[in-house]
């Protein structure tokens, strides 16, 4: 399985950005997808997870009521759709595939992509 995150870029604050997350290999609709976050000096933390199904979702407190995850199993491709960026939401997003159920850890994430940078000007 191999993710690649796009999407990414730098808008002000109160702005939108949509990330999308293209999935290669067969069993895409198996997984539990999320994406996490990491800031310079930080550690990477929980952002938005979906089920293998889209029937459930997670969200940290931090983007909740602000960010939507979804996906679409035909395009093999998660997004996270981002509204009301703040500048404390800068940061390298990754997006993760998970075997497990709706998880939020990150040991709990079996493949990652590289990354795409978020920057949020205030």
């Known amino acids: 399985v191999q993710l690649q995150a796009s999407g990414g870029g730098l808008v002000q604050a109160g702005g939108s950005l949509r990330l999308s997350c293209a999935v290669s290999?067969?069993?895409?609709?198996?997984?539990?997808m999320g994406w996490f976050r990491q800031a310079p000096g930080e550690e990477r933390e929980a952002v938005a997870f979906i089920s293998w199904s889209g029937g459930s979702t997670y969200y940290a407190d931090s983007v909740k009521g602000r960010f939507t995850i979804s996906r679409d199993i035909a395009k093999n491709t998660v997004y996270l759709e981002m509204n009301g960026l703040k500048p404390e939401d800068t940061a390298v997003y990754y997006c993760s595939a998970s075997r497990l159920g709706l998880v939020t850890r990150t040991p709990e994430y079996d493949y990652w992509g590289q990354g795409t940078q978020v920057t949020v000007s205030s």
């Open positions: 290999g067969r069993t895409f609709s198996t997984y539990s």
